[in-house]
Nanobody, 127 residues
Framework: QVQLVESGGGLVQAGGSLRLSCAASGRTFSSYAMGWFRQAPGKERECAAAINWSGGSTYYLDSVKGRFTISRDNAKDTVYLQMNSLKPEDTAVYYC????????????????????WGKGTLVTVSS
């Protein structure tokens, strides 16, 4: 049974940092892209960051560029999202996803075509 388990969310003040982790189990995902979507209350889900199978290609939402860094450890089937200089507008539930790279980067980047999803972890940034 495939499982994606996120961790690392929580409450942080504006300007602070958090590191999200997503551990996959049940099969190996070294040939898949992995990424993080987020959904704030009343807003559509959006792709915050994604990384291809080798780590050689990454995608970032414009509003997080320069503040978030995505990485992966294929030996551990784990993807990370380092979030620095957090802003209140980063407040959302963050979901880990696994799929093919074209599905991550094709507009509108809402997560259509993802093969597996985690249950989400809440990130709250206070002002």
């Amino acid at each position: 049974q495939v499982q994606l388990v996120e961790s690392g969310g929580g409450l942080v003040q504006a300007g602070g940092s958090l590191r999200l982790s997503c551990a996959a189990s049940g099969r190996t995902f070294s040939s898949y892209a992995m990424g993080w979507f987020r959904q704030a209350p009343g807003k559509e889900r959006e792709c915050a960051a994604a990384i291809n199978w080798s780590g050689g290609s990454t995608y970032y939402l414009d509003s997080v560029k320069g503040r978030f860094t995505i990485s992966r450890d294929n030996a551990k089937d784990t993807v990370y999202l380092q979030m620095n200089s957090l802003k209140p507008e980063d407040t959302a539930v963050y979901y880990c996803a696994v799929g093919r790279w074209p599905s991550f980067i094709a507009t509108p980047r809402r997560g259509y075509g993802m093969e597996y999803w985690g249950k989400g972890t809440l990130v709250t940034v206070s002002s």
